[in-house]
């Protein structure tokens, strides 16, 4: 289980890395709406930040159930910076 969880949350990094560039390449294109440009798609932007928020919270979850798993089997723990969710 603690190599499955490691590989799960290497898959869920990598997620939310491209979530990431997708927000801050919306944020820095402009959308164009008929003949109006807006600065930014404000409902992808917040649909984007949503996604982001719940990855956050399984990224949590799979640190904390890999160093279950890790104190069970004398394996690495996995260190969790602060993502403002705590």
């Excluded at 949350?9 to 109006?36: M, N, Y």
């Excluded at 600065?39 to 799979?62: F, V």
Aim: proline content about 2%.
């Amino acid at each position: 289980m603690y190599s499955e969880g490691r590989d799960l949350l290497s898959a869920k990094l990598i997620e939310r890395a491209e979530l990431f560039r997708a927000l801050d390449k919306l944020v820095k294109t402009p959308q164009h709406i008929g003949r109006l440009i807006v600065d930014i798609d404000w409902h992808q932007a917040i649909m984007l930040s949503d996604i982001l928020l719940e990855i956050e919270r399984e990224i949590r979850s799979l640190v904390d159930e890999i160093n279950r798993n890790a104190e069970q089997c004398g394996k690495p723990r996995v260190d969790r910076t602060n993502t403002n969710l705590d």
